[in-house]
């Protein structure tokens, strides 16, 4: 793999402190918005930082864009790979170039939404003690405005700063369930909590690559804290999860359980081991629902069946979500 580095020696940018944050973004054909999310990263007070941009090969000018963004600015930085591999291997490579304290993920075209954002969250951190800390955020569309009147965690428990554990945090990820979605939010990582528990983005995975991230370092002992003020926004995709699921995805999400479960077994508790259970149990449920999807889809009865069968216990599960589909069709008619 080759990769391109841009270094720009204009001295009244030099970074002459330690790097308190290494911001990585990992883009692919985000020319036409990346401009943001780096934008609110440079702007950013209260701490040293360097922002690194992976150029996941884009096929578009993405690279040419930040390199025109960089204007004498050494604390951005871009690399360009040769062959598409993925948000995870673009985040392992920003992360293999960082020389940051903290790393902070940010996708190309989402941002940070306080400009003491990274500055809180270092404090934080440092004060805690803490391996991994996360805030809360809002959610906008493509043109940047609410889609909520509130912000993404609004229960009383995301009111106020506590400890998250891997009991919480995967129960709190299931799949198609009312669960808030911890993975959705966007991490401050201590580099050293990842470099002595080994741990690195899968990069067999192009979705939930952040999910197994921190709970491979929390099932490592890590220790995390969420904040309750909102410092991200970020971007929703238009279409439900539903919407975008595909049965080669699913099973790539169940593979990735299953790892997961070989390489913690034995470490976790009773109580982490339910939850990890419930988590891949669920996964296995909806990846038979989209089998049968797209079997009918395709008219393929046989195939349905076959799906069905597979997974007996998926019947209630695959049975609620077909129900819940009818419902709404029949309320907009």
């Known amino acids: 793999m080759s990769y391109v580095d841009m270094k720009v020696e204009r001295e009244a940018h030099k970074i002459s402190q330690t790097v308190d944050v290494s911001v990585i973004i990992a883009a692919w054909k985000a020319q036409s918005y990346i401009h943001k999310a780096i934008e609110s990263a440079l702007s950013q007070t209260g701490v040293t930082l360097e922002v690194i941009v992976v150029d996941d090969a884009s096929p578009d000018e993405t690279f040419e864009t930040v390199q025109a963004l960089t204007d004498g600015d050494v604390r951005l930085k871009v690399v360009k790979l040769d062959s598409n591999g993925g948000p995870s291997k673009a985040r392992n490579v920003g992360i293999q170039n960082s020389s940051g304290r903290y790393i902070a993920i940010l996708d190309a075209d989402d941002a940070f939404t306080a400009e003491d ?25 493509a043109k940047g405005q609410r889609i909520d009147a509130g912000n993404f965690l609004e229960c009383s428990e995301y009111k106020s700063r506590h ?9 709190e990820n299931v799949m198609m369930s009312k669960g808030p979605g911890l ?136 049975f609620n979500q077909f129900f819940k589909i009818l419902s709404k069709k029949i309320s907009r008619s």
Request: proline content about 2%; overall charge positive.
């Open 183 to 318: 993975g959705y939010l966007k991490p401050l990582i201590n580099v050293d909590s990842l470099k002595k528990r080994g741990v690195s983005y899968d990069e067999t995975l192009r979705n939930s690559e952040d999910y197994y991230l921190i709970a491979d370092l929390l099932a490592g002992g890590a220790k995390m804290v969420f904040e309750p003020f909102a410092g991200y926004a970020y971007q929703v995709e238009e279409g439900s999860i539903s919407h975008r699921l595909t049965s080669e995805l699913t099973s790539k999400l169940v593979d990735a359980a299953k790892r997961f479960d070989n390489r913690h077994v034995g470490k976790l508790s009773r109580a982490e081991k339910n939850a990890v259970a419930k988590y891949r149990t669920r996964l296995e449920h909806t990846h038979v629902f989209q089998q049968i999807v797209e079997c009918l889809k395709m008219k393929q009865v046989s195939g349905v069946l076959s799906a069905l069968f597979s997974r007996v216990d998926a019947f209630p599960f695959v």
């Open 117 to 141: 954002r990274l500055q809180k969250l270092v404090r934080i951190a440092d004060q805690e003690e803490a391996d991994i800390i996360v805030d809360n955020m809002i959610r906008v569309n």
């Open 163 to 171: 400890i998250i554990g891997l009991k919480q945090y995967v129960l």
